[in-house]
């Protein structure tokens, strides 16, 4: 792996001692860990082979660093167009988990492919996973150079009852801490309602004893505290308190219908929450208390969620999402400002997940970073990094990802894969479930 000088750039560090952290300077990175910020100067390409290190021009670049998605399904990409347009509930059992049955392991593999693809073009360098068939993300993991956090789906019914135990057993015997440290595997409950009390109960007794950290969809919709409340008497935050659920680190995806309890539990219990603006949008769930949240103390991460119902994963957009629907539903244009976003998509995120030095530039952290080119006419003039990164940029603005030191998208191009493969083997697999076709027009002779 060579080490590298991004030089001339602009670096935005989101570390946390500088609260204005715009830095003009050269990033210098050795064995994929960033060593230093240096004051900008030039170099001549000839240094290069006496250096043994590779020089990038970054004076078109705002370097920043990469984008953690908190919460996704990968291979749900090629549901991708599916089934638009409905609740959640009719858009999952009726349309998602038949479909899901029929997946096969290669099915798996090529729709995380197509969505790794799509979030090194966006500025993604982590994902989170919960799925099936799991070992076929972490070789996807493995070949693209990404980063991954991967859990097993675990529930009592749907494709989520298949095999759950031996797969999340398989997962963490042979890919925990694999790809040089790049994956990280923990536990998968999917929900309180597609996991009963004793299932729940289970998987805590199993997190203490492998001492691993759960995510879970938690209050996602009406209809699932509704449902909770009829059956359990308790909403589902209570019920996983209940459970003791909140006694390991826990990852709660959603969090969009909460009680004055439900924040009580939280406050109390600080479990992580990931806000997905747009699957919650589009799925008509509802929309987050965010600015609630982040007054109790919590830490806050965004999430795409499945590409059947955002249906993009580009984080880039979830950010500006997340800031005008604060500012829009209080009437507040003051509410998740910019820098609030940015941390959220990058070192509250990592927090969440519980990995250690990525999320900013800084001495001794992880070679996760992203250059997005901001010789672009919607980043002109560039008064503001911040605020223009939110508000203004757009995913296809990234040019350079780096994970861990190591280059998977230089100018434009993705280098790790294959991209017209991924896209020829995914569709060929995705048309299988449904294929709406477009209509010719018919010559006349
Ligand atoms: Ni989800």
């Keep these: 792996m060579p080490d590298f000088i991004i030089y001339n750039t602009t670096i935005l560090s989101m570390d946390e001692g500088k609260p204005h952290n715009v830095i003009q300077g050269n990033l210098h990175i050795k064995d994929g860990i960033i060593t230093g910020i240096a004051p900008p100067s030039l170099y001549n390409s000839t240094e290069n082979n006496k250096r043994e290190t590779a020089l990038i021009d970054g004076s078109n670049f705002i370097i920043m660093p990469g984008l953690v998605n908190c919460h996704g399904h990968a291979a749900m990409s090629l549901f991708r167009g599916i089934a638009d347009d409905l609740p959640l509930h009719e858009w999952l059992i009726k349309n998602i988990w038949p479909k899901e049955f029929r997946l096969k392991k290669e099915d798996v593999y090529w729709g995380t492919m197509l969505s790794i693809a799509e979030m090194i073009r966006s500025g993604t360098t982590t994902f989170t996973d919960m799925y099936f068939l799991m070992e076929e993300v972490a070789k996807a993991i493995e070949v693209s150079g990404m980063r991954g956090v991967l859990s097993r789906g675990m529930g009592g019914i749907g494709i989520m009852k298949k095999n759950a135990w031996r797969e999340t057993n398989n997962l963490i015997n042979n890919w925990q801490g694999k790809a040089n440290g790049r994956i990280k595997i923990i536990l998968g409950p999917h929900a309180v309602y597609t996991c009963s009390p004793d299932y729940l109960k289970k998987i805590r007794d199993f997190a203490a004893k492998v001492n691993l950290p759960l995510q879970i969809h938690l209050s996602e919709t009406k209809w699932e505290v509704d449902h909770s409340m009829k059956k359990y008497g308790l909403t589902p935050v209570e019920m996983l308190n209940n459970l003791g659920i909140f006694e390991h680190q826990v990852i709660c995806s959603h969090c969009v219908h909460l009680s004055i309890n439900d924040l009580r539990i939280f406050e109390n219990k600080k479990p992580g929450i990931v806000h997905n603006p747009s699957s919650n949008l589009k799925l008509g769930s509802g929309i987050a208390p965010v600015k609630t949240l982040l ?137 299988r479930f449904k294929h709406k076709g477009i209509t010719n027009l018919k010559t006349s002779e």
């Design 295 to 431: 007054e109790a103390g919590l830490n806050v991460g965004l999430g795409t969620d499945g590409a059947a119902s955002n249906n993009n994963l580009n984080m880039f957009e979830e950010m500006h999402i997340a800031s005008l629907l604060a500012k829009g539903i209080n009437n507040d244009p003051t509410q998740i400002p910019a820098r609030t976003s940015l941390e959220m998509a990058t070192c509250k995120g990592a927090e969440i997940l519980g990995i250690q030095k990525i999320g900013r530039i800084k001495e001794g952290y992880r070679a996760d970073i992203i250059g997005i080119n901001k010789k672009r006419p919607h980043l002109s003039p560039l008064h503001e990094v911040e605020a223009q990164l939110v508000y203004s940029a757009i995913g296809s603005d990234v040019e350079l990802v780096m994970v861990d030191g190591k280059l998977l998208m230089n100018k434009g191009e993705l280098l790790t894969l294959d991209e017209e493969r991924i896209m020829h083997e995914a569709e060929k697999r995705a048309f």
